[in-house]
C-alpha cells in the first residue's frame, strides 16, 4: 500500500496529513516544530507499515529541522511549491477557505496524484553551507546597492559636480567621502591633502587623477546648499558602511572558494564558459544536486527558461513562461551574458540578433542553449571541452 503525506510547514507548529491511495485520512495532526514532537509523527507515519512518500511545500529555513529528521528516517521527500498548492486548493469546493490543515490535505492530494514532483535530497553540510553564504552575500549586495542609491541622491543634493566625478562603486571614491564631501572642504585641503589622505587607503590606482576631480569640482562651486552639514555627515556615514560591507563581501568571496573547492560538481560547473566562482555558489545553492532533474529540460523548467505551450482549438503558440525559480534563471542569464566574449556564444548570440530578436531574447536563448551544455557536463561527470564549443 502507498501513502501519501503532506506536511504544510510553519514556523512553529506544521500540519501532517497521510492519505491512502483512495485519498483517506489515516493521519491528520498537528506537529509543533520540535525534535521530540517530528519524532512521534516519523514513529507514527513508521507504524502505518506502508510505502510512504512525503510532500513539503517549504524547503530549508524553518523547514529544516523538519526536512533533516524525516530525511533521517529515510522517508522520501518531495518538494510542492506553495503556489501548486494553492492552484489546487482553489480547484476544491470552497477552496477559497485556507487553513493549514486544508493545505496539508492538498499537499498529501498532489503526492498522492502525481509523479512529476522533485525529490528533495538530504541536506549535506558542503551544500547547506554554501546556500547559506550565497543567501548572506545576496543580502549584502541588495543592501549595498540601496546604500550606494542613497549616497549617490544626498551628494547629488549638495555637490552635484563631485557625484559625478566620484565612482562610489570604488573603494578610492567611498574612501574619499569618509572624510571629504563639501567644496568648502575640499578646497581647505588642497592637492597634497587630499592625495595624502587616499594613499591610506592602499592599493589605490590613479590617486592624483581623482584628487584632481573633486578638487576641480569643488572650485566649481561657490555656494553651500541648505543642510549641507547634516547631508555631508549622512554621507561619510553611508561612505564608512560601504567599504566595511566590500570588505565583508570580500570574505565571503574568500569563504565561497574554500567551500567551493572541496565541492564535487563545483570543478565542472565552473569548467563552463562565463561561470564563475559566485555563479557557481548560486547555481548549487539554487539547484542542489543535479539529480532532482529528471532532463535538461526539466532544468530549464525549473528556470523559467522552457517555453510554455498554450493550445485551444485550432490556436496553439509557445509563450514564455510566467513562473520559474528567479534565482536560477539569474545565474543562467547572467553566465550567458558573461560567456559573450568567447566566440561560440558570440556567433550564436548574433545569429539569434540577425533573425530579429531583441538583446535580452537572444541571451535567453543563449542561456537556455547553455543548459544543455551543463547538463551534459554533470551528467556525464566530464569537464567542458572542445565539443560542446558549438553549443557554449
Given at each position: 500500500m502507498r501513502i501519501a503525506v503532506g506536511v504544510d510547514i510553519a514556523k512553529e507548529v506544521h500540519w501532517a496529513t497521510a492519505l491512502n491511495e483512495v485519498g483517506e485520512a489515516l493521519l491528520d495532526r498537528r506537529v509543533p516544530n520540535d525534535p521530540r514532537s517530528l519524532e512521534e509523527l516519523i514513529e507514527q507515519l513508521r507504524a502505518l507499515d506502508a510505502e510512504?512518500?512525503?510532500?513539503?511545500?517549504?524547503v530549508g529555513g524553518i523547514a529544516s529541522l523538519a526536512?533533516?529528521?524525516?530525511?533521517?528516517?529515510?522517508?522520501?521527500?518531495?518538494?510542492?511549491?506553495?503556489?501548486?498548492?494553492?492552484?489546487?486548493?482553489?480547484?476544491?469546493?470552497?477552496?477559497?477557505?485556507?487553513?493549514?490543515?486544508?493545505?496539508a490535505r492538498v499537499i498529501a492530494d498532489q503526492?498522492?496524484?502525481?509523479?512529476?514532483?522533485?525529490?528533495?535530497?538530504?541536506?549535506?553540510?558542503?551544500?547547506?553551507?554554501i546556500r547559506l553564504l550565497v543567501g548572506r552575500r545576496r543580502d549584502l549586495t541588495d543592501e549595498q546597492t540601496r546604500r550606494l542609491a542613497r549616497l549617490r541622491d544626498l551628494l547629488t543634493s549638495i555637490h552635484p559636480g563631485l557625484e559625478r566625478e566620484v565612482d562610489v562603486t570604488n573603494k578610492g571614491g567611498l574612501w574619499l567621502l569618509t572624510r571629504y564631501v563639501t567644496p568648502a572642504e575640499i578646497r581647505a585641503a588642497g592637492q597634497s591633502r587630499l592625495v595624502a589622505y587616499l594613499r591610506r587607503a592602499g592599493n589605490l590606482r590613479q590617486v592624483e587623477k581623482l584628487a584632481e576631480a573633486a578638487l576641480a569640482a569643488a572650485r566649481a562651486q561657490r555656494i553651500a546648499?541648505?543642510?549641507?552639514?547634516?547631508?555631508a555627515s549622512l554621507i561619510r556615514e553611508l561612505a564608512r558602511e560601504a567599504l566595511a560591507t566590500r570588505e565583508r563581501l570580500e570574505g565571503l568571496d574568500k569563504e565561497l572558494g574554500e567551500l567551493l573547492a572541496r565541492h564535487p560538481d563545483a570543478a565542472l560547473i565552473r569548467s563552463l564558459p562565463g561561470m564563475g566562482a559566485v555563479l557557481t555558489a548560486e547555481f548549487i545553492a539554487e539547484a542542489g544536486t543535479i539529480t532532482r532533474f529528471r532532463s535538461a529540460?526539466?532544468?530549464?523548467?525549473?528556470?523559467?527558461?522552457?517555453?510554455?505551450?498554450?493550445?485551444?482549438g485550432k490556436v496553439r503558440f509557445l509563450r514564455r513562461p510566467a513562473g520559474g525559480n528567479k534565482g536560477l534563471k539569474r545565474v543562467f542569464y547572467q553566465s550567458a551574458f558573461c560567456s559573450l566574449n568567447t566566440?561560440?556564444?558570440?556567433?550564436?548570440?548574433?545569429?539569434?540578433?540577425?533573425?530579429?530578436?531583441?538583446?535580452?531574447?537572444?541571451?535567453?536563448?543563449?542561456?537556455?542553449?547553455?543548459?544543455?551544455?551543463?547538463?551534459?557536463?554533470?551528467?556525464?561527470?566530464?569537464?567542458?571541452?572542445?565539443?560542446?564549443?558549438k553549443v557554449a
Open positions: 510512504i512518500t512525503v510532500g513539503l511545500d517549504v526536512q533533516a529528521m524525516l530525511s533521517a528516517a529515510g522517508l522520501p521527500l518531495v518538494h510542492v511549491p506553495g503556489l501548486a498548492v494553492n492552484r489546487a486548493r482553489q480547484g476544491t469546493t470552497g477552496g477559497e477557505s485556507k487553513s493549514d490543515p486544508r493545505d503526492v498522492r496524484s502525481r509523479r512529476d514532483l522533485r525529490p528533495i535530497a538530504a541536506a549535506e553540510e558542503l551544500d547547506t553551507g546648499v541648505p543642510g549641507e552639514a547634516v547631508a529540460d526539466a532544468l530549464a523548467a525549473a528556470a523559467g527558461l522552457a517555453p510554455v505551450l498554450r493550445q485551444s566566440p561560440s556564444s558570440r556567433a550564436f548570440y548574433q545569429r539569434k540578433r540577425t533573425e530579429g530578436k531583441r538583446h535580452h531574447q537572444a541571451l535567453i536563448a543563449l542561456a537556455r542553449r547553455r543548459i544543455d551544455v551543463l547538463w551534459a557536463i554533470l551528467a556525464s561527470r566530464q569537464p567542458f571541452s572542445e565539443e560542446h564549443r
